[in-house]
Structures are given as structure tokens and as C-alpha cells.
């Protein structure tokens, strides 16, 4: 019983009937000065009957595949505490082992004759803590120049010419609905094959543009005259060039 040491709270775990072996493991156990020992059927076994991390040694002649009672034996260990299964069923090394990691053990250690040790973490089972994700002090020191060394630097104004501050013109920032670019497709329609001509002429851009001489053109159909050129088409802005549909440039007949 290398496992318990002077002033620890025993708690002695057997299944089945009561032999010779466990009564002489007991007396073993109880010769350690200041040694606090209980003994427990696993089948009699409650955890409101003890509580919460009550025991630094557990010895559990039980199954450790039996996933509730190991689970169990997690929650009356003090952390830091072990608890050691002696396991004639566990079918091989590598399923004891799973069974008491998944439970909430660690540092589990396979010894000859089928035992088993398993230790608790070093904090209790639910508890937390609040983590720090970043330390800004450290972040702010990862971008920080160091004065004292010369660093090169471009100043960003000099990366643009006067070409690329000037303003763009509305008419060179429309495109063709067809071709997404500033290319008028075959069959233009919308006055931007008439204006990139005159461009290319040095003319002054033509204005297509929509104006109404009543003032109402624009607001739809229920708002326009019986002659109104725009009959039909959909409403506009004041002065926005009037974009019709592929349905819209179809008879309906």
C-alpha cells in the first residue's frame, strides 16, 4: 500500500463478498500513522453520503469500465489525489486506460496484475477561471520601432501623382450595363457608344440626359401627359439617363 501516506483519508472499495485479502489489506492500511480509513461496498456506495473531494486515496477492486462509478470516483477525490483499480475484466491495457481519461483522470499508469492509477487534476470538477486572451502591454510592444535604429520610411503622399488625386467626371465613371466596363456593346442603346465617340473626336460630350419640359416626366406614367415621349417607361431621377430592360425594348405582341 505504497500508495497511502501518513494523514490521509483512506477509502477502501470492494465488490463481492468479503474475504481474508481484504480484511488483511485494511488492517495493512491502518497501521499508517493518522491513517483515516473507510470501507464501502460499491454497490452501498452514495456520493451524498460522503460529499465532494473527501478522500486523497481511493483502492477500488471494481471495473473500470463501469463509466458512472469511475466517474463517481473523480468527484470524492481531493485533487491531486489517485485512485487505484485492481481490474481482472479490463479487456486490455489501452481500454483501461481510455476508460479512466474519458472519466477525468490523468497521469495514468498500468502496473502488473491488472492495477491501475489514475490521478485527479489539480483543481476541482465545475470550477474556472477567467482566461486573458491578450496581454496589451505585449501587443503594443510587438509594433513598437526602437528609436534608437534608423528605419526607412516612405511617405505615402509621394506614392501618388496629381493624376491620381484628381477627381474622376461622372461621365468617365458610367459603364455599359451589357459589358460591366467602359465599352459600348453592339447594339448600344444608352448613349455611351455617342459619347465615347465624341471623346475620341475631342468633342464635347454629348448630353443624354432625360429633361422634362412639363416637370413631371420623371414621376411615372400617372403623373404624365397624354403625349409624353416617355409613356410606358419606367420612372427616373431629374436628370438620369433613362435605362430600359431587355422586356421593356420587346413588343408585347
Known sequence: MNFVQE??????????????E??????????????QVNVENVDRLQLAEYGNSQFDVILAQVSTSNTTLVTL????LKPKGKVVFRDDSAASVEQARSNLLLAGFINIVASDNNVYVGEKPDYEVGSKSKLSFANKSKVAAVWKLDDDEEEERIDDEELLDEEDKAKPSAESLRVCGTTGKRKACK??????????DAEAKGKAVIDTTAKSSCGSCYLGDAFRCATCPYLGMPAFKPGEKIQLSDTQMQADI
Not at 488483511?24 to 497501521?31: A, H, L
Not at 470516483?73 to 470524492?76: F, G, I, M
Not at 447594339?187 to 465615347?196: I, P, Q, R, T, V
Open 73 to 76: 470516483l473523480v468527484k470524492l
Open 22 to 35: 481484504i480484511e488483511k489489506e485494511v488492517n495493512e492500511i491502518k497501521s499508517i500513522p493518522k491513517v
Open 187 to 196: 447594339d448600344c442603346s444608352c448613349g455611351l457608344a455617342e459619347e465615347l
Open 7 to 20: 494523514n490521509n483519508h483512506v477509502l477502501y472499495l470492494w465488490s463481492g463478498a468479503v474475504g481474508s
